[in-house]
């Protein structure tokens, strides 16, 4: 497995951005944690509530392939969805693209980034919620913690170390030998989106649809009522479970 370096922090702006500066230093390999983010960002640069009790990971990598890191989120939901189920035995699933949930309550998320230049850098941002007693007004009908569920006090380093584990086998074995098929293929029996009806919300436009599938690009295939289909590249969709 690839060998890495995790750094600790107590509190940081955002590991996406201390993975940042380590990339500009030539660094890869390296996972970045801090137990609180003071500016933790979400998709579409949306605020990412990032209190204590929570895990708050940055992997940076530097893979021979930049052309789909989409391919880096799904082995990151993955890794994060098996992790739960060994520490925790709660069965979790995946929401296209990158949400991990419980019932349709979001548990994690995942943010990945490239840096472009001279060299291609990735950095693969994992924000789950951990120990949290409670959750923020704002997030309070659509999130959980997995404390919120189980009870119980969880060990984040435990959960990190199976999640990063889990990431790099993937990694090695699919993402870096261009068998990216493979990644899909397990993908998919996490995910639950397939066959759903949905509500996509994308920047332009909101849709309707039936969620028919994934392509090998990792676009949503949405099904619209007059039979036409359609690729979703970017958006959130609302299922109802
Ligand atoms: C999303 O669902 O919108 C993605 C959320 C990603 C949050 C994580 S927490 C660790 C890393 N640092 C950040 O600032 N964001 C990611």
């Known amino acids: 497995m690839t060998p ?5 922090f107590n509190s940081l702006a955002s590991t996406q951005d201390k993975a940042k500066e380590f990339a500009k230093k030539g660094m890869c390999n390296v996972i970045i944690v801090a137990d609180t983010q003071t500016k933790g960002r ?3 640069k949306r605020k990412w509530f990032s209190a204590k009790g929570g895990l708050w990971m940055s992997i940076l990598l ?11 989120t799904f082995s990151a939901a993955v890794s994060v ?31 990945t980034e490239g840096i472009f ?15 949290q007693n409670n959750l923020p007004n704002e997030i309070k009908k659509t999130a959980v913690s997995l404390k919120m569920i189980t009870n119980q006090n969880l060990d984040t380093k435990k959960l990190a170390k199976s999640i990063i584990d889990g990431f790099f086998i993937l990694y090695d074995k699919y993402y870096n030998r261009n068998k ?6 397990i993908w998919k029996t996490y995910c639950d989106t397939i066959n759903k009806n949905v509500r996509v919300i994308t920047k ?27 690729k979703i ?4 969709i609302n299922v109802r479970y």
């Open 180 to 185: 990216t098929d493979k990644i899909l293929k």
């Open 117 to 131: 230049g001279s060299e291609n850098f990735a950095v693969v941002g994992i924000g789950l919620n951990v120990n």
């Open 81 to 111: 969805v098996n992790a739960i189920k060994k520490i925790t035995n709660l069965n979790t699933s995946i929401k296209w693209p990158n949400d991990v949930h419980y019932k349709g309550k979001k548990l994690c998320g995942i943010l």
């Open 233 to 236: 590249v970017e958006g959130d």
């Open 62 to 72: 530097k893979p021979e392939n930049t052309q789909n890191l989409q391919y880096l």
């Open 42 to 44: 979400g998709r579409f």
């Open 4 to 8: 890495y370096k995790l750094y600790h």
């Open 204 to 230: 332009t436009k909101k849709l309707k649809g039936k969620a028919i599938g994934i392509d090998n690009d990792c676009n949503l295939l949405l099904k619209l009522k007059n039979n036409k289909v359609i």
